[in-house]
T-cell receptor, first 111, second 115 residues
Framework: SQQGEEDPQALSIQEGENATMNCSYKTSINNLQWYRQNSGRGLVHLILIRSNEREKHSGRLRVTLDTSKKSSSLLITASRAADTASYFCATGKAAGNKLTFGGGTRVLVKP | SAVISQKPSRDICQRGTSLTIQCQVDSQVTMMFWYRQQPGQSLTLIATANQGSEATYESGFVIDKFPISRPNLTFSTLTVSNMSPEDSSIYLC????????????FGPGTRLTVL
């Protein structure tokens, strides 16, 4: 299987609840990036976390990285209907790098 | 972040024809990347385009099928040649911007349907 597997594949929650999705990878990385994609459109960059970082926050988003377990998680707090989208993790092995994407998690936030 | 545009945004093509997709960035960038996203799937890197050198293709992708040009530091094209229905995908370009930050930003994508 490819670098960057995501779990779950799909997630359905009520507005106001938290959404957590996980990403696992196989080889050492320089960085890991999370993206959002609405309805097959372009990707919106959410957060980049480097291999020497353990946690980062951006607004309602919290990303953790555990390099010993080769895994990362994305938490969206107090979800909104507008958070409905597909979320992808992508790993970069080196600086200035090409990315390897995970399979993605489809999130549905019901109003 | 860089502003990236792609043309066309979508197209419907007949099998056996070719389509050239353009990617324009509002600032100079060293590396540009081309990805493919097949229906319901994740993104797969096609190739890396550096200005002044040949593009570097990933396993499973060849120059004859996906020729790439990179004439300057703000522009690149990807051609999908001799198309078949299996080429129906979203094609996205991305750039590493700002340089040195490793953050990659993506264009809006080109949705291609091959009949």
């Amino acid at each position: 299987s490819q670098q960057g597997e995501e779990d779950p594949q799909a997630l359905s929650i009520q507005e106001g609840e938290n959404a957590t999705m996980n990403c696992s990878y196989k080889t050492s990385i320089n960085n890991l990036q999370w993206y959002r994609q609405n309805s097959g459109r372009g990707l919106v960059h959410l957060i980049l976390i480097r291999s020497n970082e353990r946690e980062k926050h951006s607004g309602r988003l919290r990303v953790t990285l555990d390099t010993s377990k080769k895994s990362s998680s994305l938490l969206i707090t107090a979800s909104r209907a507008a958070d409905t989208a597909s979320y992808f993790c992508a790993t970069g092995k080196a600086a200035g790098n090409k990315l390897t994407f995970g399979g993605g998690t489809r999130v549905l936030v019901k109003p | 972040s860089a502003v990236i545009s792609q043309k066309p945004s979508r197209d419907i093509c007949q099998r056996g024809t070719s389509l050239t997709i353009q990617c324009q960035v509002d600032s100079q960038v060293t590396m540009m990347f081309w990805y493919r996203q097949q229906p319901g799937q994740s993104l797969t890197l096609i190739a890396t385009a550096n200005q002044g050198s040949e593009a570097t293709y990933e396993s499973g992708f060849v120059i004859d099928k996906f020729p790439i040009s990179r004439p300057n530091l703000t522009f690149s094209t990807l051609t999908v040649s001799n198309m078949s229905p299996e080429d129906s995908s979203i094609y996205l370009c991305s750039v590493d911007q700002p340089q040195g930050t490793d953050t990659q930003y993506f264009g809006p994508g080109t949705r291609l349907t091959v009949l």
